[in-house]
């Protein structure tokens, strides 16, 4: 697993994303989050992006990641990337998890 880390000049912790190569061609995200008063900077594509770009450069041909209902901005968020519900539904502690995916490279 790997972790980016966004820092603010002042060195404050702004936003992570993790990621990982799994077997197949396939890369999963997981665990982004951006503070909320960086909301709308750009942030959030811009780590996506670095994601997708090492999970691409690591001979990935897709990527997928799993979600919650009640993350709604963060679903729409994906989805305005081009993540597409893949129909598969797990679950973490009971609460399901949505997977999305993403056709790369």
Known sequence: MSVLVATSTSGEVVGTIAYK?????????R??????EWHGSGLSTSLL??????????????ITLDTAEPLR????????????????VGYFFGMPLFEYSKSIG
């Open 31 to 36: 665990g982004m989050a951006v503070r909320p």
């Open 73 to 88: 901005t963060a679903i729409r968020f994906y989805e305005q990337n081009g993540y597409r519900p893949t129909g598969k």
């Open 21 to 29: 190569v799994l077997e197949g061609s396939e890369g999963h995200l």
């Open 49 to 62: 992006e670095t994601a997708e770009d090492a999970l691409s450069t690591a001979g990935c041909k897709a």
